[in-house]
């Protein structure tokens, strides 16, 4: 019979391998300790069917795949993989391996398939046959058409940005509110004013000379036209103002072309 000691010391080199290929599950190192076969199989489903995917689907393509088996059948198909694959030969039998006891043993089996496993899984990994495939598969990934459609509405995008920032003719101005307000003061006094110099105009004029007559309605009418003009274009820039204007912000932005 083992002392306790060398089972304590198989399930530390366990515990090694078992981070090495970053086993997820829980290990019952109880069961381990008693031989409990219910504690090494998903050890060992797990090792030769999800640590390596090379090595799953070599096993898939040859007929040994070890998934959705009863543990009499898996451990079948498990021995068959340590014979064809690995020509590796188990000190214990099926019939052992699946009864209580042996723990020892069934804990060196486990290293060592674990072992085998990462040896295999290295040379798949650095074989040219994987080196072709993953390729291959680059290469349908790049030929794809709707990869290459993305990428010329990427660069169209691209396109449209800087054609956006190159054509902006456009300033935005912001100004405060009190500044808005001196502002529409301003519009409505010279709409005053421009009423005042109508009445004005209106009404009958001495005339002194042809000349100082000429001149003093041709500076009234640039007056005039100076004082609409201006009146129009603060119109024009109260409106634009008034319909770009947020509900919530306190400034406004006047867009000058």
Known sequence: MLSTGDVQGSLRQLEALLRVIKYPGYVDYNGLSKGDPSAFLPIMSFTL???????????????LELTCKTDLRFIDTLYKVLRDIFHYKPILTKQQFLQWGFSQRKISVI??????????????????????????LEAQIKSLPGLHRLSILEKRIEELERQRHTDKNEEVIT???????????????????????????????????????????????????R???????????????KNTES????CKQITKK
């Not at 290293?111 to 291959?136: T, Y």
């Not at 509900?247 to 306190?250: A, D, E, K, R």
């Open 49 to 63: 069917s999800s640590f390596s995917p090379p090595l799953a689907e070599q096993l898939t393509v040859t007929g």
């Open 111 to 136: 290293c060592d398939v674990i072992n085998l496993v990462l040896q295999k899984h290295n040379q798949l990994m650095k074989s040219p046959e994987v080196d072709e495939r993953l390729s291959a």
């Open 175 to 225: 100004i405060s509110r009190e500044s808005w307000e001196n502002l529409m003061n301003r519009v409505l006094l010279l709409e005053t004013k421009l009423e005042l110099s109508n009445t004005q105009l209106k009404a009958p004029v001495p005339c002194s000379s042809s000349a100082s007559s000429y001149s003093s309605d041709s500076s009234k009418e640039d007056l005039m036209d």
């Open 227 to 241: 004082v609409e003009r201006i009146t129009n274009m603060l119109r024009s820039t109260s409106c634009l103002l």
């Open 247 to 250: 509900s919530t912000t306190p």
